[in-house]
């Protein structure tokens, strides 16, 4: 997924959607918010800096990919994994000179024996990914919710955007470039039905990448919805059975006080 600020409100709701429809769902952070929160400078001006930081970046990015992929492969239930921008993003901040030295940098492979692997392509890089969520800024339709500079966003974090609106739109535009190669790239733009409309299509999008790349995994997630709503009803009538069984007790109770009362009365009568 990458795009648009805002992202925090459209993990939320694309969390709940899949959520409702039977995944687990597991979301990364942006990355770059990550090392900037932790007090990275971004080297503006700085080619070998720059070189550093976008490496240093990619690798730690590449290793959350690769831990997430492994802990949700290893639960045997449908999941989807969102990463907050992907490892193409980054050809969009850098020259063609520096993206090419940070491929052949990268760890394509590694193991528990230590072996690395040097290197991988944007081949790589691109089939990591079943789907390619776009988001298209704010900046280009929607400019009065376009914020930048130190900001913080729905959910109260702090996160940094350098951009200006005119940068990112043009940004925006190059992030469309660089995922171009991918088949399952899909756009969601700014409509006239506003945040709510946008966020809407963001989840149908994700859904509908879900069931093309793995209809099997997303009959199952259909399954296990229906299965807790079935558990979910017998719960209900089980519960509904057990106070109607209270209640019936508690109505023999009261009758049989009422009989001793009766009783009791008759007794004083003879008496």
């Known amino acids: 997924m990458d795009g648009m600020p805002r992202k925090s409100s459209c993990l939320a709701h694309i969390t709940e959607t899949a959520s409702a429809a039977g995944f687990d769902v597991y979301r990364s952070p942006e990355t770059a918010t ?32 690769r831990s997430l992929t492994r802990i949700a492969a290893s639960t045997g239930r449908p999941s989807i994994i969102i990463f907050d921008r992907g490892l193409l993003d980054p050809k969009g901040y850098m020259d063609e000179a520096t993206w090419a030295r940070v491929l052949n940098e990268l760890d394509s492979t590694y193991t528990d024996t230590g072996f690395v692997k040097k290197g991988v392509t944007e081949s790589y890089l691109l089939n990591r990914y079943d789907g390619v969520l776009h988001m298209v800024t704010a900046a280009d339709g929607a400019t009065e919710y376009y914020k930048y500079g130190t900001v913080k966003d729905d959910s109260g974090n702090v996160v940094i955007r ?33 945040f709510g409309e946008k966020l809407e299509a963001a989840a149908a999008v994700v859904l509908g990448l879900a069931k ?28 509904r059975a057990t106070a109607a069984e209270e209640r019936a007790m508690e109505a023999e109770v009261r009758a049989k006080e009422a009989e001793k009362a009766l009783d009791d009365v008759r007794r004083a009568r003879s008496a």
């Open 34 to 65: 990550v090392l900037f929160n932790a007090g990275v400078q971004l080297p503006l001006g700085d080619v070998e800096g720059m070189f550093q930081f976008q490496f240093s970046l990619m690798r730690l990015q590449l290793a959350v990919e």
């Open 162 to 194: 350098h951009e200006t609106p005119e940068k990112a739109v043009a940004l925006d535009v190059k992030m469309r470039e660089c995922w171009k190669a991918h088949p399952n790239q899909q756009v969601v733009g700014n409509g006239q039905g506003g």
């Open 212 to 239: 093309k790349t793995h209809p099997v995994e997303f009959a199952m997630a259909g399954s296990r919805t229906k299965q807790e709503e079935l558990e979910a009803r017998a719960m209900a009538a089980e519960e």
